[in-house]
């Protein structure tokens, strides 16, 4: 362990994409964590992300965190690119501190690369989280 208490030894859970049957599970997730209303939630959860990529990150079979890429094309230079919105990053509180968060960004990451997009975005609530894994404001 660092001496600021958080540990740093590497995420050794199972990391994944999500699939319609767990939609309750992401979505009981997402109360727990983001304070959105009810009618927002019902909204994402029926109508924006059944296009997404979902990864989840699980821990001796629970659900622990998850990471939801929505696709989007964007415009640079007169080309339309595909891009992804990185939305939805969450870690259930009790797990927080521990790697998870950051094994599951890699993952997407490294997964959206080999698929040959070059460009994603999120706007995070608080930019330090992203810094460390290569996002500038």
């Not at 859970?13 to 939609?23: C, D, L, V």
């Amino acid at each position: 362990m660092e001496e600021s208490g958080k540990q740093t030894e590497e995420y050794t859970g199972n990391i994944t994409y999500t699939y319609e049957k767990n939609m309750e599970l992401l979505r009981g997730l997402w109360e727990e964590v983001f304070d959105d209303p009810e009618e927002f939630v019902d909204y994402y959860f029926e109508n924006v992300c059944t296009g997404n990529k979902i990864l989840s990150a699980y821990m001796e079979g629970q659900l622990i965190g998850m990471l939801h890429l929505n696709p989007y094309d964007v415009l640079v230079d007169g080309e339309e690119l595909k891009s992804y919105y990185i939305v939805g990053v969450a870690i259930t509180y009790s797990m927080r501190q521990k790697g998870y968060m950051k094994a599951m960004m890699r993952k997407a990451l490294e997964d959206v690369a080999n698929e040959g997009v070059e460009f994603v975005y999120l706007m995070p609530a608080l930019e330090d989280y992203y810094n460390n894994l290569g996002f500038n404001k």
